[in-house]
DNA sequence: CTGAAAGCGCTTACAG
DNA sequence: CTGAAAGCGCTTACAG
């Protein structure tokens, strides 16, 4: 524990230079000579000098701090999101801050309102449920730059990032249609513009086909592995002819998928199930998933890439990545 | 976009009073007579006035922000452990810096030494495969208080967060033992010091049963999904008559589940599968897995306590927590 | 190429 | 109960 960190000045004293010097000399200006430069370093290193970056930002009101918020990070498909955020803003310097909200827009407040005062660089939000849009006001009021992604808080002039969630389902649907499948259901997820996206999805290839939209047909659930079991034994309950669904996301998927096994039905030959987001577990569920394929990771570092944009041009107008959707099919559709 | 965010002195300039005593006001000081600080309180609203928590923080030599570095966030285990600590910290009125390695032993010292920078209160770290334990007594001469999670780094003074992975192990087997298999194979995962301890937890189980270990029946594998389902695949093979296995960790036994279900072989009557850790999904997977439960969120709390102790008695003695584990038998064994 | 000086926004003894 | 003053560790014009 050493007692005391040295500061600029401690390097100065030794390298026989003023402070400036120093200050010059590790921010890497040309202006000091090589021989005067290699001096100071020498000196730093000597007295274990630590920059004191908070000092340094409290002067020049600059930050490499961003925040980001998340709300369900027990989904794996915002994890993966968040090591893509994580990885892009690193690489580029910077340091997260991360919240987790669990939806909880008071906490959501709080913890933007500490962003704040950590003088965060910019800030990266999937907005709690029930989010008010008046946050978007508030936070481009504090002119921190702000880049939303996953659910979007409707029009506005905000920077976004998020998956095609429609056409997504889309695809799915029609797939399973298809495949023949007389019949598909919508499974899991309850509310949300996420939600009403991906339902949106869904009637859009029932009515391309002249099907009809039925509620009966939508099992709502949290968008969890509970749910998705609850919604399809709801299904399995009420609809024992329906074979095939799509779901709300992968998560979802996986729960319905364990309801299935219970009741020994095999998914891909007893019923057709389709996941949405193709996170990681996917690959080697039981039965590998069918899903749509979102790149989870590359979404979250496309979403930071928005942000670091927008940092470095602030008056560029909005900015939007959707990321394509695509059909992956493994075995349970 | 406010032009330029007001200051302390703004705030006493509308108050008429000083600058000191706004700050007293905003810091719930008992110095200040009521009523004076109503009307500080009162302009501090007025004029939008936010707390530059950097400036303080420089001033005071003080921080709120806790490191905490996780190397695998795709692994929900530790997803669900970044929730807990998070929480904790949160509630105690800490920010977190949150970093990301994937196990890169280089990139753990950059975050390391930018958290430094950041002047971090405390850190918490789970060390990265092969992170030599000499990062421990760098940390400690920085003087930042430090909490090391699930994986330790061998014998020394630092506090430590983990579970209680040979005597879990030392149940899952037990447990198959009991059940009638005469053999047990160890499946997944591959160093490590929680590997050692688990394996050794397998070991033990054996020996109290009078049965002789052998290599030939443990296989190492990545401790992933893919790991677990490869792992699973070679045993089926070099092994077929091997009929029950205890996992290094949930996310190997999801592979491992999947692999058995390409074969066309329930888990739970074809073969006898235990888990280790009880992340949420193992409830919901197919079939439902049983595994030894250490409360993983809980886990990460606690591990966040002791720095929240540690950082404010410096001088306390070691600690140590140990999560107990315990069966949680669902329907894989 | 380098130094002296002012200042970022706060806190903390110290007076009164 | 409140104010004046010094200072946290840096950066940034401005001189020279």
Redesign the interface.
């Known amino acids: ?2 007692s005391r960190t040295a500061t600029i000045i401690d390097v100065a004293a030794e390298a026989n230079v003023s402070k400036s010097t120093v200050s010059l000399v590790l921010k890497g200006s040309p202006l000091i000579k090589g021989e005067t430069a290699d001096r100071v370093k020498a000196a730093a290193i000597k007295l274990g000098y ?6 340094g ?2 002067r020049g009101n600059s930050s490499n ?1 961003i925040g980001v918020v998340i709300n369900d ?2 989904n ?1 498909f915002f ?2 999101i ?2 893509g955020i ?2 892009k803003l ?1 690489d580029a310097g910077y ?6 909200t669990r939806e909880d827009v008071g ?1 959501q407040d709080k ?1 933007l309102q ?6 965060a660089a910019g800030i990266m939000l999937c907005p709690a449920l029930n989010t008010s849009r008046a946050v978007l006001k508030t936070i ?4 921190i730059p702000l880049t939303v992604f996953i659910r979007n808080l409707g029009p506005g002039s905000y920077d976004f990032a998020g998956g095609d969630s429609e056409h997504g389902v889309f695809l799915a649907t029609t797939h399973l249609l298809n495949s023949g499948y007389r019949e598909v259901g919508f499974l899991g997820g309850q509310k949300g513009v996420v939600f009403t996206q991906r339902l949106q999805g869904y009637k859009k290839a029932l009515q391309a086909r002249g099907l009809v939209f039925s509620e009966d047909l939508v099992f709502n659930a949290n968008p969890s ?2 749910g ?2 609850e919604a399809m034994n709801k299904l399995l309950l009420k609809r024992p002819r329906l074979k095939a669904a799509v779901c709300y996301n992968d998560v979802a998927a ?2 319905a ?6 009741k020994g039905l095999r998914a891909g030959v007893d019923f057709a199930l389709m996941g949405f987001d193709n996170i ?2 996917t ?6 998933l069918s899903t749509v394929d979102i790149h989870p990771t590359e979404l979250g570092e496309r979403a930071a890439a928005i942000l670091l944009q927008r940092i470095k041009d602030p008056g560029a107008k909005r900015m939007v990545y959707t990321a394509p959707a695509s059909l992956l099919l493994r075995q349970t559709a």
Not at 50 to 55: E, I
Not at 283 to 288: D, F, K, L
Request: no cysteine.
């Open positions: 524990m050493t630590v920059y004191n970056r908070r000092a930002e409290l701090a990070l027990m794996p994890a993966e968040l090591v994580e990885r690193v340091v997260v801050l991360m919240a987790h906490l913890v500490s962003m704040r005062e950590q003088n481009q009021s504090w002119g592995r509970v998705g079991y996986f729960g998928l364990s309801a299935l096994g219970e990681l577990d690959a080697h569920s039981n039965p590998p």
